[in-house]
């Protein structure tokens, strides 16, 4: 219950603050936080579909919204650009239209199946952010097992350092609150054991984590097939979507330049962006963007909010992202985000 009732606190605060910017922008104020454009981060774009316990429900928009979000910024004026575009603006007079650029992260099937028919309809170039180790089927999604997994059971055992650990799962609190945990244990220095045990547990109710990458993950030929498209564009994401500010530098360089060398087999050439798993401090970190530069690249991609200036432009190893969080699936708030007002009002 109380895990529930932080969780719906929180969600009125958004929904609150949305609604606020998108209003304070109607109103003309703080025009300056918009800077000179926006990247947006996507993840699955499919039509909804329920399950009891939808713990990913945030990384997943419709395609119908994301038709509507680039009717919003079709509207408010927006220009459209691929990402490896921005590199030009540090040099260029902007011509006093803001731009949107759309990103989606770690290569899922439906990008191809449901998401480009709409940038097509548009005419919007996008980047899809290619991890080796799950189009090559040699890694496992463990935010998908986790929910597969709680949706699967009401109750599961888990080894942790500490020995066996059983949790009961019997409602959706109880079911949030343990996704939190499981969380929490791989988001850290042993992300790889954490989530070869967290495979375990799944394997041991029924879930197969290397079925569920085939069945949402775009294969190599796939990929390869998309980036023909003259709107799409393929980008790095590493090989095994771990924390890189957790490895030692030669682990890390890996990281990097094997992705790299996989996205360049797939398409011809060298890819110049990258997007860090979780983008947050476990990864999109200073020591981090040296090694990216290092392996080559000329831009990446954190998921730390805000708008792009030229501040932001003049670091391009550490370039901030918006989410279209799926939970908030209204035009308005897309309008909202991009006027950078909530980055400016929450600091």
């Not at 605060?13 to 918009?34: D, N, V």
């Not at 005419?123 to 699967?152: D, I, Q």
């Not at 609190?173 to 799944?202: M, N, V, Y």
Request: glycine share 8%; with cysteine; aromatic share 8%.
């Amino acid at each position: 219950m109380k895990a529930t009732l932080k969780g719906l606190v929180r969600t009125a605060a958004i929904t609150g603050g949305l609604e606020a910017s998108h209003l304070l922008s109607r109103l003309g104020a703080l025009g300056a936080a918009r800077g000179l454009g926006a990247i947006f981060t996507l993840h699955h774009v499919r039509p909804y579909f329920p399950r009891p316990f939808a713990a990913n429900g945030h990384l997943e928009v419709s395609p119908d919204f994301l038709d509507a979000a680039i009717r919003r910024l079709k509207a408010e004026g927006y220009r459209f650009l691929a990402l490896d575009d921005l590199l030009g603006l540090r040099d260029s007079v902007a011509d006093g239209r803001p731009f949107a650029v759309f990103t989606l992260d770690d290569g899922y099937r439906d990008n191809a199946e449901h998401a480009l028919p709409v940038f097509e309809r548009h005419g919007v170039p996008f980047t899809v952010f290619v991890t080796k180790g799950f189009s090559e089927r040699s890694h496992t999604m463990w935010w998908e097992t986790a929910e597969a997994l709680l949706n699967a059971t009401d109750n599961f055992t888990i080894e942790t350092d500490s020995g066996a650990k059983t949790y009961k799962v019997e409602t959706l609190a109880a079911k949030r609150s343990s996704f939190d945990q499981l969380s929490q244990a791989i988001c850290g220095p042993g992300e790889d054991l954490a989530i070869a045990r967290l495979d375990a547990a799944a394997r041991s109710v029924g879930i197969d984590p290397a079925a569920i990458v085939a069945d949402l993950v775009m294969t190599g030929e796939e990929l390869q097939a998309l980036s023909r498209h003259p709107l799409a564009h393929l980008g790095a994401h590493t090989i095994s979507h771990r924390a890189l500010d957790f490895l030692a530098d030669e682990d890390l360089l890996s990281e990097l330049t094997g992705s790299a060398d996989y996205v360049e087999a797939l398409v011809g050439h060298r890819p110049k962006s990258l997007a860090y798993p979780y983008g947050d401090q476990r990864s999109a970190t200073r020591r981090v963007a040296t090694l990216a530069a290092k392996a080559g690249f000329t831009l990446a991609v954190t998921t730390r909010a805000a708008t792009i200036d030229q501040d932001r432009l003049a670091e391009p190893l550490l370039l901030p992202r918006i989410s279209l969080n799926g939970l908030y699936q209204k035009p308005r708030y897309v309008a909202a985000l991009a006027s950078g007002i909530p980055f400016r009002l929450t600091g």
